[in-house]
């Protein structure tokens, strides 16, 4: 069982502060890392992926992937009441062979919640 | 257009009966799965199917049968529900990386879920 780890939260941060969530994972040759939102009661939904190290932006967020320290964070800036949503990990383990190439790992998501 | 249409949305049955969920993609991604979230929203893997071919099959019970008539299509039917089958139940598509280390638009596409209760 691959391990991704997200800490465990909830997190809860006032409106217009920077929500910083955190991933680490086992599987030192992961090379294909994702961020879903999952709102309450609705399906995940794809918001960020990363591959190579340093920082990717996309409005306000941020992923950070660093592979030597196997982690991987979601930055969210002037955090919105709307982001208030559990957030979920993924990465690839490239280990995996033929048809199972796919496969993603998931965490057990960070509860965020911001407070106006 | 919906990418990934699940139904239904929500299922109230008692423990006992067997019932089905349906699942679609018109991603025309290769790959499909089956994911059970529970109270905690843990996402576990149940099944995955490549072209109609399943590859994946965790440790779940054998009341639960998947079926996958064609790429686009898996299905999912559940015998003789207990009450701890209780969960929602999501459905996922992708698209097939050749290598491992292949970068691309690989993420899953969740279906809208399916709330099981088992009364």
């Known amino acids: 069982q691959k391990e991704v780890e997200q800490n465990s939260g909830p997190l809860s941060v006032p409106e217009g502060a920077i929500a910083s969530l955190n991933c680490t994972y086992s599987d030192r040759g992961s090379q294909s890392f994702f961020w879903y939102r999952q709102y309450s009661g609705k399906s995940p939904e794809l918001i960020m992926s990363?591959?190579?190290?340093g920082d990717k932006e996309d409005g306000r967020f941020t992923a950070q992937l660093n592979k030597a320290s196997q982690y991987v964070s979601l930055l969210i800036r002037d955090s919105q009441p709307s982001d208030s949503a559990t957030y979920l990990c993924a990465v690839n383990n490239p280990a995996d062979r033929g048809s199972t190439l796919g496969r993603l790992y998931f965490g057990r998501g960070t509860q965020l919640t911001v407070w106006p | 257009d919906t990418a990934v249409s699940q139904t239904p949305k929500y299922l109230v049955t008692q423990m006992g009966n067997d019932k089905s969920i349906k699942c679609e993609q018109n991603l025309g991604h290769d790959t499909m799965y089956w994911y059970k979230q529970d109270s905690k929203k843990f996402l576990k893997i149940m099944f995955s199917y490549n072209n109609k071919e399943l590859i994946i099959n965790e440790t779940v019970p054998n009341r639960f049968s998947p079926k996958s008539p064609d790429k686009a299509h898996l299905n999912l039917h559940i015998n003789s529900l207990e009450l701890g089958d209780s969960a929602v139940y999501f459905c996922?598509?992708?698209?097939?990386?050749?290598?491992?280390?292949?970068?691309?638009?690989?993420?899953?596409?969740f279906g809208s879920g399916t709330r099981l209760t088992v009364v």
């Open positions: 990363i591959y190579s190290n």
């Open positions: 996922a598509s992708s698209q097939q990386p050749r290598t491992g280390w292949e970068r691309g638009n690989y993420g899953y596409t």
